[in-house]
């Protein structure tokens, strides 16, 4: 059964880069599915990030798209996500997942997904 | 953007009775409607895609309804194990995915 964990730094600050990856297992990240982040902020609802594929092909949220940047690294079978000039508000439970359509299109559903981290983004 | 809004906002219901969750959406979304699962402290969970169809895995007493703009997940028969958010998504205006606020079920 597929797994996700994602992993990197619980604490970012003001304007810079928070950078997560996405660990796969018992799947390989080159199969037709795509992968994407979703966050949710605490005690609030998600909010989609964005999905890739094993090509690198992607789609972000417009929202959040001139700060996202998502890659993949089929070597280590994991993904990752960037996400430039943050602030307070982009504190939030990040979740990685597995897009669950299976035909080399992101369905844009997502199942099943990783455990979560939670990112704060103070000074 | 298409704005999913959910009713009740909480629901408090007893083991073996039916619960009914409403999402409406801000513009017609086809059948591209799915409903999740979150447990306090965990990850959600996929219940139903496209309106009516369940993942292999999830128990028949979930079941999703509508098309257009309105939609209803239902759990026939409640569990105490049920109780949890509740949150629909919409994927018509790809790459606009939007979520619903959630609805949280009690069980007493």
């Known amino acids: 059964q597929v797994q996700l964990q994602e992993s990197g730094p619980g604490l970012v600050k003001p304007s810079e880069t928070l950078s997560l990856t996405c660990a796969v297992s018992?799947?390989?990240?080159?199969?037709?599915?795509?992968w994407g982040w979703i966050r949710q902020p605490p005690g609030k609802g998600l909010e989609w990030i964005g999905n890739?594929?094993?090509?690198?092909?992607?789609y972000y949220n417009p929202s959040l798209e001139s700060r996202v940047t998502m890659s993949i690294d089929t070597s280590k079978n994991q993904f990752s996500l960037k996400l430039s000039s943050v602030t307070a508000a982009d504190t939030a439970v990040y979740y990685c997942a597995r897009d669950f359509g299976d035909y080399g299109l992101p369905l844009g559903v997502f199942d099943p997904w990783g455990q979560g981290t939670l990112v704060t983004v103070s000074s | 953007e298409i704005v999913l809004t959910q009713s009740p906002v909480t629901l408090s219901s007893s083991p073996g009775e039916r619960a009914t969750l409403s999402c409406r959406a801000s513009q017609s979304v086809s059948n591209y409607l799915a409903w999740y699962q979150q447990k306090p402290g965990q990850a959600p969970r996929l219940l139903i895609y496209d309106a009516s169809h369940r993942p292999t895995g999830i128990p028949a007493r979930f079941s999703g309804s509508g098309s257009g703009t309105d939609f209803t997940l239902t759990i026939s028969s409640l569990e105490p194990e049920d109780s949890a958010v509740y949150y629909c998504?919409?994927?018509?205006?790809?790459?606009?995915?939007?979520f619903g606020q959630g609805t949280r079920l009690e069980i007493k």
């Open positions: 018992h799947s390989s990240i080159t199969s037709a599915h795509f």
């Open positions: 998504q919409q994927r018509s205006k790809w790459p606009s995915i939007t």
């Open positions: 890739i594929n094993h090509s690198g092909s992607t």
